[in-house]
């Protein structure tokens, strides 16, 4: 789950892989992430178990309570896998997330709590991947869970340590600072991906695995008015404004367009 991801990204030419994950194989064109009511729990609530959250509680933390034999670790867990990981790069019990996450199977780790990276705000995706590529992919088998920080608001150039981290690389864009200073944390989302492609194809791992990737919600840290400076146009705000993009990639998958409505 990708924190604030928002399709535009993908025509910028300073995100090769991510264009690439999304345009190969799978392409899903009508594809929409609703703004949930607890915004980023909800988002990756629904992501994980495939489930619509409670207007008004935080269902992702009230879940650790109950039984949820069909979230994705607890599946690959029953199946044998050998490695069967989630982590988040930030406080380890933000949303409870404590609770809920080792509840789906998972064995968690988050800054505080197994996950050495350095202290920022927002936290290094690529930190994040660099530190924990090596807890599983010698393993024969596993299954790996990552929730992203990078892209969270504020979109600025003073309080935000990965737009700052990326501030020379969108210097020359034609955005406002907001924009361009969205675009610039979510690089480090990019060069996340960049770095777990080319550790799983050294490790001979890359025939064998599936990335799915999928955003918690649109950029609401952006006002209106610099969403349609990112989006190029006036978006609609009652459907168009929740467009966005799924991930679905593996290595030789023949290209296929799924055009169908669908979250």
Same mark, same amino acid.
């Given at each position: 789950?990708?924190?604030?991801?928002?399709? @535009?990204?993908?025509?910028?030419? *300073?995100? @090769?892989?991510?264009?690439?994950?999304?345009?190969?194989?799978?392409?899903?064109?009508?594809?929409?992430? @609703?703004?949930?009511? $607890?915004?980023?729990?909800?988002?990756?609530?629904?992501?994980?178990?495939?489930?619509?959250?409670?207007?008004? %509680?935080?269902? &992702?933390?009230?879940?650790?309570?109950?039984?949820? @034999? &069909?979230?994705?670790?607890?599946?690959?867990?029953?199946?044998?896998?050998?490695? %069967?990981?989630?982590?988040?790069?930030?406080?380890?019990?933000?949303?409870?997330?404590?609770?809920?996450?080792?509840?789906?199977?998972?064995?968690?780790?988050? $800054?505080?709590?197994?996950?050495? =990276?350095?202290?920022?705000?927002?936290?290094?995706? *690529?930190?994040?991947?660099?530190?924990?590529?090596?807890?599983?992919?010698?393993?024969?088998?596993?299954?790996?869970?990552?929730?992203?920080?990078?892209?969270?608001?504020?979109?600025?150039?003073?309080?935000?340590?990965?737009?700052?981290?990326?501030?020379?690389?969108?210097?020359?864009? +034609?955005?406002?600072?907001?924009?361009?200073?969205?675009?610039?944390?979510?690089?480090?989302?990019?060069?996340?991906?960049?770095?777990?492609?080319?550790?799983?194809?050294?490790?001979?791992?890359?025939?064998?695995? $599936?990335?799915?990737?999928?955003?918690?919600?649109? +950029?609401?840290? *952006?006002?209106?008015?610099? =969403?349609?400076?990112?989006?190029?146009?006036?978006?609609?705000?009652? &459907?168009?404004?929740?467009?966005?993009?799924?991930?679905?990639?593996?290595?030789?998958?023949?290209?296929?367009?799924?055009?169908?409505?669908?979250?």
């Amino acid at each position: 789950v990708a924190e604030g991801f928002y399709y @535009p990204l993908l025509d910028l030419d *300073l995100y @090769p892989t991510l264009r690439r994950l999304a345009t190969e194989g799978f392409e899903f064109t009508n594809f929409y992430n @609703p703004l949930w009511n $607890v915004s980023t729990s909800d988002g990756e609530y629904v992501a994980l178990t495939g489930l619509l959250p409670e207007t008004g %509680v935080w269902s &992702f933390s009230r879940s650790a309570e109950n039984d949820l @034999p &069909f979230a994705l670790g607890r599946q690959f867990t029953a199946l044998g896998y050998d490695k %069967v990981m989630a982590y988040h790069d930030h406080n380890y019990t933000y949303y409870n997330r404590n609770l809920s996450h080792p509840n789906l199977g998972y064995d968690f780790k988050a $800054v505080n709590h197994g996950l050495d =990276i350095g202290e920022s705000w927002p936290e290094s995706d *690529l930190e994040m991947a660099e530190a924990s590529v090596d807890d599983y992919i010698g393993a024969e088998n596993f299954h790996v869970y990552y929730l992203t920080v990078s892209g969270h608001l504020e979109y600025n150039f003073y309080g935000n340590n990965m737009a700052m981290r990326h501030e020379q690389e969108v210097a020359d864009l +034609p955005y406002s600072d907001a924009v361009r200073a969205y675009i610039a944390c979510n690089l480090e989302l990019e060069h996340m991906m960049s770095y777990l492609l080319q550790r799983l194809e050294e490790a001979g791992q890359l025939e064998n695995t $599936v990335i799915a990737l999928v955003s918690d919600h649109y +950029p609401y840290g *952006l006002s209106e008015a610099a =969403i349609d400076e990112l989006v190029g146009h006036n978006v609609e705000r009652n &459907f168009e404004l929740y467009k966005n993009t799924f991930i679905l990639w593996k290595p030789g998958v023949e290209h296929q367009v799924v055009d169908e409505p669908m979250c």
